[in-house]
């Protein structure tokens, strides 16, 4: 089986562009290991408030969203290809596990 994912990295600091919230898909072992960049938003988080992230499952597409406050949410990106998850484009059972998370750019 190959290495697949769709990862939504968290807030990173850009000086040019500010904050920057980006979701990147990896496809495969032919891909960079942090993966490819698919969607991304300039944000301004509110001091002392979390950036909430919502994942939407419709069949063999999802949506990714985020909050900058509760309730308000803001479509990153909608209908990405969910298809990397199944055991038919992997080639076996991959245990896929589906669930929003931050990590440092560092």
Known sequence: PVARDATVRGLEADDAAGR?????????????PDG???ASAV?????????ELRIEA???RLD?????????????AR?????????RTAGGFIGATLGPYARSGE
Not at 20 to 32: F, I, K
Not at 43 to 51: D, F, L, N, R
């Open 20 to 32: 920057v919230l980006q979701l990147e898909h990896r496809g495969g072992d032919n891909e960079p």
């Open 36 to 38: 490819v960049a698919i």
């Open 43 to 51: 944000i301004a988080p509110v001091a002392g408030q979390p950036v």
């Open 58 to 60: 419709r069949g063999d």
């Open 64 to 76: 990714f969203s985020y909050a900058l406050r509760p309730g308000d949410w803001q479509l990153l």
């Open 79 to 87: 209908d990405v290809d969910a298809t990397v998850l199944s055991t």
